[in-house]
C-alpha cells in the first residue's frame, strides 16, 4: 500500500510540474512566433489546467478503467464549481461578467445534461465513440467562440499572461520535458490510484470522484485562490467555468473516442450533482444586487461539496 500511495503522490507532483513546462515553453514559443498572449491565455494555459485530467483519463481509457476516467471527470467538475468557486467566494465576492452569465455557464449546464442523457441513452450506461466525437465537434464550436470572443474584444476573464522570454531551443526542451512528466505522471498516478482501489476494496469511481479528481484539480485552486486575492475575480470564475467545458467536451470526448466509457454503479447521482452545481451557480448570479457570488453563497457551495463528499465516503464505508 505504501509503494502504491508514493506512485500516485510521484505521479501527482510529476503530471502538475510537466504542466507548467509545458506552458512555459509554449508560451514562450508561442511569444517567439509573434502570436498575441490573449491567444496564448485561451489556449495553452487553458490547456495547460486541463493537462493533467486529460492525461489522467487517456491513460485510464488505454489501460481499461473507464470508472477512473468518468470519475475523474465528473470529480473535478464538482470539485471546480463547490470546492474552488466556494473558497474563492469566501476570499472575496465574485463578480460574474455578461458573457460568462449569459454563454459560458449555460454551456457549461448544457454539457453536464448532455453527458446524463449520453449515459442514459441508447446502450444504457455506455459513452460511445460517437457520442464523444459529438463532445469533441463541441469543443470546437467551443474553441472558435472564444477565439471570436478574443478576436472582439469580449474575453473580460482572459488571464494577463506573463511569459517567460526563453529561447526557441530552450523553449522546445521545455515543452519536450513537460509533455515527458505529463506522461510518465499520469501513468504513475493512474497505476497507483488503481493498486489502491484494489488492494483497500474501494471502486475507482470512488477513487476518480475524489484522490485523482481533487490531485488533477489543485492547478485550477491555485489560478482562482490566487486570482481572488488579487481581486480578479473575472479570472476566477472563468477559469473554473471554462475548465468544467473543457474537461466535459475535450477530455471525456478524447476518454470515449479511444475506448467508450462505461458508467460504473452510481454515476448517475454524480451526473445530478454536477447538473445541480452547475445550475446552482448560475442562479446564485442572479440573487442579491449585481451579478454575484457572495461569501454566504460561497459558503454554501462549500458545504454542499463537504457534504457530498461526506455521502460518497460513507456509502464506502
Excluded at 463547490?82 to 463578480?95: D, E
Excluded at 455506455?126 to 472582439?152: M, S
Aim: hydrophobic letters at 50%; glycine letters at 12%.
Amino acid at each position: 500500500m505504501l509503494l502504491n500511495i508514493i506512485f500516485l503522490t510521484a505521479g501527482l507532483m510529476i503530471l502538475i510540474y510537466g504542466a507548467n513546462l509545458l506552458v512555459d515553453g509554449g508560451a514562450a514559443l508561442a511569444r517567439r512566433l509573434e502570436i498575441s498572449p490573449m491567444v496564448i491565455g485561451l489556449t495553452i494555459v487553458a490547456f495547460g489546467t486541463s493537462a493533467p485530467e486529460l492525461v489522467v483519463n487517456i491513460v485510464s481509457s488505454i489501460k481499461g478503467s473507464p470508472a477512473l476516467a468518468l470519475g475523474n471527470v465528473m470529480g473535478s467538475n464538482i470539485f471546480n464549481t463547490l470546492a474552488i468557486l466556494g473558497i474563492t467566494a469566501l476570499i472575496v465576492p465574485l463578480g460574474v461578467n455578461k458573457t460568462t452569465t449569459r454563454i459560458e455557464i449555460p454551456l457549461a449546464i448544457f454539457a453536464a445534461v448532455l453527458i446524463l442523457i449520453f449515459v442514459n441513452g441508447t446502450p444504457p450506461g455506455l459513452i460511445t465513440r460517437t457520442e464523444g466525437i459529438c463532445l469533441l465537434c463541441f469543443f470546437g464550436v467551443f474553441l472558435l467562440y472564444t477565439f471570436a470572443l478574443a478576436k472582439y474584444g469580449g474575453a473580460g476573464n482572459g488571464e494577463e499572461v506573463k511569459i517567460k522570454n526563453h529561447t526557441i531551443g530552450k523553449s522546445l526542451l521545455f515543452i519536450g520535458l513537460g509533455l515527458a512528466g505529463l506522461i510518465a505522471g499520469g501513468r504513475l498516478l493512474v497505476t497507483g490510484a488503481v493498486r489502491i482501489a484494489q488492494d483497500s476494496g474501494i471502486s475507482e469511481r470512488i477513487i476518480g470522484l475524489t484522490i485523482l479528481s481533487i490531485g488533477t484539480s489543485l492547478p485550477e485552486l491555485a489560478t482562482s485562490v490566487i486570482a481572488a486575492y488579487k481581486k480578479n475575480a473575472d479570472i476566477a470564475i472563468g477559469n473554473v467555468v471554462g475548465s468544467n467545458i473543457f474537461n466535459i467536451f475535450l477530455i471525456l470526448g478524447t476518454s470515449a473516442v479511444i475506448t467508450p466509457l462505461k458508467a460504473p454503479e452510481g454515476s448517475t447521482t454524480d451526473l445530478w450533482v454536477n447538473i445541480i452545481a452547475s445550475a446552482l451557480l448560475f442562479l446564485f448570479i442572479f440573487t442579491g444586487k449585481g451579478r454575484k457570488i457572495t461569501r454566504w453563497e460561497g459558503g454554501i457551495l462549500l458545504t454542499l461539496y463537504l457534504g457530498y463528499l461526506f455521502l460518497i465516503l460513507n456509502k464506502t464505508t
